[in-house]
């Protein structure tokens, strides 16, 4: 574990060193790509003045809503879909059709429907992450060993108790793989999304400094971006610890 | 003809079973010809009665555990019936249960929360508790009861499955190779229990195997099945009480004749 932060530490601080000599050795003017110093003096200037945090917690709290919506709608219809073939037959088609569609795509309609402000970054997040939900719900459910639904047949398993006892807990390493990766690619939809849609969140940050030049600015709002998305997977790899999760990366 | 049906706990009435080959698949099968490529099971018959146990052998691959899903209801015949106690099956029960050949423990529940699955659910939680850690003393996994599947030897998984089959009190016990991956020590302990087992519970037990030895150790009876498709190529009652020593007269010379009829040609 220390071994993992050292790691961490030092794959960073190498970073830094390269970018701070690319930058002097090469005079690389400060519009173009600022120093490390400048960033750091940047991050500073917006934690003192709150703005890093108000637009951080802007823009994880449409991605915590958005998602939210996604995963209570989107595993259970997985769940469904990966045990009814009729309804799959049905509804594949429809899915596969939706989810090529890029979210941003999705933004005139988004602010024509909602407005500004929040309720149309929060229905992005939600489309970015449904889609592909639903897909890997299904397919997780689809490859439960066969014998594990055997013994569940044969001890007379069926209804809700089958879900609770055999189909979700046997899916679910999956499904949570499945939510880290679409938590990503929601991670990375909000901040385009925030550059378009709406005024505040580290999307429009990212933007608005930008307009006024501030480069070191800018890129420490990208600093910000990449240390949240680090965090929240983080936090979902806690749950492939769980007990009733953990199985399936220690099985053999 | 009816009464014989009623007599017998199972009765396996001309059983077929063919799988539909992909075509794909039927150009590398070089040897067989398309019709005889998918038929595993021609004409397979046999009754067994109550309380017998009756163990399996053939070799790899010649169906015996498609066998063993069709009667257990997991699986249709493409021909002829399965009967227990005299009905059709249609389905499997809980009365009827299984243990795979592939590890059937769910990985994400514990020892304990395992077997309680056998009990069901409409029961009252000290009750099912203790039920639980009975069976699971039964099978020599006191104490373990906490442990999750990965946390268990090979051997201790297997003795968990059987726990969560009897606690049911299961009619009929159906063992598809169970102790198949373990290893030779844990494997003559789980013959010994087996016997006991039978003993302790009124049951009827049906054991694939591929060890010529533990069926001769086990069975009242061994049925085995030919080469694919598989037909029975000899039934053979062995009435010798337990423990039995393999290295006397009458079961050496039936394990002779096994060997034989198999085409094996060792010296014992
Ligand atoms: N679902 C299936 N589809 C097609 N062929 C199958 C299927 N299950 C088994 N078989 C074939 O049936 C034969 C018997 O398999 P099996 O019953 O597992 O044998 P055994 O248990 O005696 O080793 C094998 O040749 C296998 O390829
Ligand atoms: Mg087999």
């Known amino acids: 574990m220390a071994l993992r932060y050292f790691g961490f530490l030092l794959i960073f601080s190498l970073l830094v060193l390269v970018w701070h000599l690319v930058v002097t050795l090469f005079d690389v003017p400060e519009y173009v790509f600022p120093k490390p110093v400048s960033v750091a003096k940047a991050i500073e200037e917006m934690i003192q003045s709150g703005q890093l945090y108000r637009n951080s917690v802007a823009s994880l709290f449409r991605v915590t809503c958005g998602f939210y919506m996604a995963v209570v709608t989107a595993v259970p219809l997985g769940l469904v879909l990966g045990r009814k073939s009729h309804l799959r037959i049905f509804l594949n088609p429809l899915i596969q059709f939706l989810r090529p569609i890029s979210p941003l795509a999705w933004i005139p309609i988004a602010l024509m429907w909602f407005g500004i402000g929040d309720r149309p970054a929060i229905f992005l997040i939600f489309l970015s992450s449904f889609f592909p939900l639903v897909v890997f719900t299904t397919s997780s459910v689809l490859s439960i060993r066969t014998t594990y639904l055997r013994v569940a047949k044969n001890f007379g398993l069926n209804g809700l108790d089958l879900y609770r006892k055999v189909i979700l807990p046997a899916a679910l390493p999956d499904i949570i793989t499945g939510i880290r990766i679409t938590l990503g690619t929601a991670w990375l939809v909000i901040v385009a999304a925030e550059m378009i849609a709406v005024k505040s969140g580290l999307g429009y940050l990212i933007i608005d400094a930008r307009n006024s030049l501030r480069m070191d600015k800018v890129v420490a709002g990208m600093v910000a971006i990449g240390l949240i998305g680090l965090v929240l997977d983080h936090i979902i790899r806690f749950l492939e610890r769980m007990p009733s999760v953990e199985w399936s990366r220690l099985r053999r | ?268």
Not at chain 2, 39 to 57: E, K
Not at chain 2, 142 to 168: C, K, N, Q, W
């Open chain 2, 1 to 268: 003809m009816e009464q014989v049906e009623t007599l017998n706990k199972i009765e396996v009435c001309n059983l077929q079973k063919c799988y539909k080959e992909r075509r794909a698949k039927k150009r590398f099968h070089t040897q067989c010809e398309a019709q005889e490529d998918c038929r595993v099971l021609d004409g397979l018959s046999f009754s067994i009665p109550a309380g017998c146990f009756v163990c399996f052998i053939g070799p790899s691959g010649c169906g015996k555990s498609t066998m063993f899903r069709i009667i257990s209801g997991f699986e249709r015949p493409s021909g002829g019936k399965v009967l227990i106690d005299g009905n059709q099956v249609t389905g499997p029960s809980n009365k009827h249960v299984c243990v795979f050949q592939e590890d059937g423990l769910f990985p994400w529940f514990t020892a304990r929360q395992n077997v309680a699955i056998g009990l069901g659910t409409n029961s009252n939680e000290a009750h099912v508790q203790e039920t639980v850690d009975e069976y699971l003393e039964l099978v020599g996994l006191a104490g373990f009861g906490d442990h999750y599947p990965h946390e268990l030897s090979g051997g201790m998984r297997r003795r968990a499955e059987v726990a969560r089959a009897l606690i049911t009190n299961p009619e009929i016990l159906f063992m598809d190779e169970p102790f198949g991956a373990l290893d030779f020590v844990t494997r003559l302990q789980m013959r010994e229990e087996m016997v006991n087992v039978h003993q302790m519970f009124d049951m009827t037990i049906l054991f694939i195997t591929h060890d010529i030895d533990e069926a001769l150790q086990l069975g009242d009876r061994i049925i085995m099945l030919s080469d694919r498709p598989s037909t029975v190529a000899w039934d053979m009652e062995l009435d010798f009480p337990h423990p039995r020593d393999l290295s006397t007269s009458p079961l050496k010379e039936i394990r002779k004749e096994i060997y034989y009829k198999m085409g094996l040609h060792v010296a014992l």
